[in-house]
């Protein structure tokens, strides 16, 4: 039995309506009604909220707006398109959502959310376990799309899912990475409108396809419109669903930075891909590497170092294999870098060159010799046309 199995409770249908009531006459993030469902519980909260009079004897406009809201319609009418209401408690609850009650608000938003509306067939609390976020520039450049799908490809392959907002550039290129890795990967797509909606429009086979294969997700109910507030809370979703966050190309204004600004305040991992130092698109990530908010990745075994247990996919150090002269022993490379490559030179002329006994000198050039690094003829040495390539 899992940790979330052990800790899963059965959720009233009391309480998963009267969160889709609240959900739906608040923005996603409020920490007012955050607070409060925490204080109290949902039920008792939409309850007080629905009976709440003002001084005039009329009911306040909250009462008035939880009155004429219907949410077993709501719930009925998402079931019926393929859509679930996934709440605190249910099997399907990413438990690390939890983690977005004690941070700091950033931009008025804070807290985890109250419910997530979910399409598709992933399980969300399993694919979120082992989820990285992939993120950055709408106007991508062909190198960023290129190496975001490539970080993807190598999560997926690793059985990590990954995580992005469908939006074009660097999130189209993650998930389309992420599908690409030999019918292994999963990905999840975060909305900032409604999961029946197809935002960017141009991406509604991508979005259609992970309805069927994948998960796409929002806070939003369906029906509603994406606005700008609505994608600053939708990137704490994307950060607090995810193990880490990786950036690839983001400018120094970018919804990307917001997304890495969430998981640095959830103790996160962030990672940033670098660009050219003349790359505008990259200017964001520069800075995050130069100040130390994030660490600088160039591929998927970078991050997956990251994500992974301490001791685990550990990556080596790049560098170069040692050449056939790299495995020279020193006195020998001494006297090979002594040895004329045209004129042949005596023995004597070498030690001189090398600053050697000839004895020492004689001694490694019968070496060189059987190596195939000199040849020599009537006591005097060149160097072989050939380099030993063993």
Avoid at 5 to 23: F, K, M, Q, S, T
Avoid at 146 to 161: E, F, K, P, Q, T
Wanted: hydrophobic share 45%; aromatic share 2%.
């Amino acid at each position: 039995m899992t940790a979330t199995e052990a800790g899963a409770r059965v959720v009233g249908e009391d309480e998963r309506l009267a969160r889709i009531a609240l959900n739906t006459i608040g923005e996603p993030g409020d920490p007012r009604l955050t607070r409060l469902v925490e204080a109290m519980g949902p039920v008792e909260l939409h309850d007080r909220l629905l009976a709440d009079v003002g001084l005039s004897g009329l009911r306040s406009e909250t009462a008035a707006r939880l009155e004429g809201l219907d949410p077993r319609r709501i719930l009925d009418a998402a079931t019926a398109i393929g859509v679930r209401f996934v709440v605190p408690g249910d099997l399907e609850w990413p438990e690390q959502l939890d983690d977005l009650l004690g941070v700091e608000p950033l931009n008025r938003l804070t807290g985890a959310p109250l419910g997530l509306w979910v399409a598709g067939p992933l399980d969300l609390a399993a694919v979120c376990r082992r989820s990285v976020a992939v993120v950055g520039s709408r106007s991508a450049t062909s190198y960023g799309t290129d190496v975001a799908a490539d970080i993807a490809v190598g999560l997926a392959a690793a059985g990590r899912s990954v995580i992005s907002g469908a939006a074009f550039g660097i999130d189209q290129a993650a998930h389309r990475g992420a599908l690409s890795a030999d019918g292994k990967g999963s990905t999840v797509a975060v909305l900032a409108c409604g999961v029946d909606r197809a935002y960017p429009t141009a991406h509604r086979d991508l979005l259609r396809h992970l309805k069927e294969n994948g998960a796409v997700v929002s806070e939003l109910p369906p029906g509603c419109a994406p606005t700008r507030v609505r994608f600053l809370s939708r990137n704490r979703l994307i950060a607090a669903l995810s193990q880490g966050t990786v950036v690839v190309e983001a400018a120094v204004r970018s919804g990307a930075l917001n997304t890495a600004g969430w998981a640095m305040r959830l103790n996160r991992p962030v990672m940033g891909v670098p660009g050219p130092v003349t790359s505008a698109p990259s200017e964001g990530v520069h800075e995050l590497v130069r100040t130390g908010a994030a660490t600088l990745v160039t591929r998927a075994a970078h991050v997956l170092e990251l994500v992974s247990p301490m001791g685990s996919h550990l990556t080596q150090l790049a560098r170069e294999e040692p050449s056939a002269r790299d495995r020279l022993p020193p006195t020998d490379l001494r006297v090979l870098e002594a040895v004329p490559l045209v004129q042949p030179a005596g023995a004597s002329g070498i030690a001189r060159t090398a600053g050697l006994s000839v004895s020492d000198v004689v001694e490694s050039l019968v070496r060189l010799r059987e190596l195939g690094w000199v040849v020599g003829s009537a006591g005097r040495w060149r160097r072989s046309p050939d380099e030993p390539l063993g």
